[in-house]
């Protein structure tokens, strides 16, 4: 009989948005079904029902108050220690009881980093951490004595790609062992099953469309991409092609002053789209463009799942060769891979497959590259492997 004695704590859990969130998400599925999970530990209050065990204390009303203070804040701060600590005291017990715990940190961070470090020191508990890049470049350049801290303390190194492993290696100086890849992974049936919604941007009848759908920040390239589109739409090359955009983030103003005087014409800025409206977007696209770079080696793209997600709606991919990109979408049809630290070239690479993908020699045969993903990619058989 399989003991429920994975705890996972993240305070990047749902119903947050984003990257690590849905990672916490899909690990927790996948050991609540293998029936080891306990309970997932989060910061994050819920506002619905999830589909495994979560403890997220919500503090009394009176703390609740959207009332941004400085008082306020720290009686929050101190509540939610103090709530976590009864959570901890019960691992603690398990721990004396021989029940042999783990406690599975999906993202270390400076603020819980410290006393999870601590509770796991004076306490035993096993502890595995999940790293998925950018932090561990964060953490060796602010906080090293915690990175170095939990080097020494973890059971378990997991990281979401080999190249990811490598960084961690690479900024340390320390090989982390053991360790295990354990890469992002896309809930197929519900892809499959979502409804689609509507975009808040009609798409032209007869276009050719192209896509990106990411955090609008540097390192995804997107200002290269938007650039290498309005140079080739100004040449006439593009003449019945849209460029939509989805996502939020401080690279926005940006992007739309290289867009000029094609945003709202063929270069659309759709902001936040909802899972519906991300599957019309990826239905209706027929080339997605994901140029990142490393940013001078001062940013990192651990894997990049969106990738992933575009190829299985059947878009011809552009990827960045930087980071776990390669991993996410190599050998895949219609997906490329390419070097995009140099900016001339760069535009250069995202002009040709604009123009590839127009002339339809750059393909996504949808059904085989479905198969090769659901191969590729199946992190509850590797959550399974790692439980043993």
Known sequence: MSVSNVYIFSADAKPK??????????????????GRLGAVITSQQQNGALPYPVYAPSPPEWLSENVDTKALGKLRAAWMWGALLRRGGNLAWQQAWGRQPILFVTYLDALFGPPILRFCE????????????LEIMQLQDQYPELLARAHRRADRFVFNSEATRELYTQRTGRRPQP????????????????????????????????SSVCRLVERKGLHRAVQAFREAKAEGLLEDAVYMIAG?????????????????????FLGYVSEGQKKTLFTKSDGFLHPNYSCEESDFEGFGISLVEAAWFGCAVLGGKQGGVSEAIGGLPGCEVRTMENKPQA??????????????????????????IQKKINNKNDISNMLK
């Open 17 to 34: 948005a984003g990257g690590v969130a849905e990672f916490t998400h899909q690990i927790a599925k996948a050991v609540h079904d293998l």
């Open 122 to 133: 004076q306490t035993g508990i096993r502890l595995w951490i999940l790293f998925h890049g």
């Open 179 to 210: 360790s295990t890849i354990l890469h992002p992974s896309l809930d197929f049936d519900k892809l499959e099953s979502l409804d689609p919604e509507p975009l808040p941007v009609e798409i032209p009848e007869g276009s050719v469309v192209f």
């Open 248 to 268: 939020k983030g401080p690279e926005k103003e940006r992007l739309r002053r290289i867009a000029g005087d094609q945003d709202g014409r063929s270069i659309f």
């Open 347 to 372: 535009v250069a690479q995202i002009r040709r497959f604009l123009w590839q993908v127009i002339e339809e020699k750059c393909s996504n045969n949808r059904k085989v590259t479905q198969t090769n």
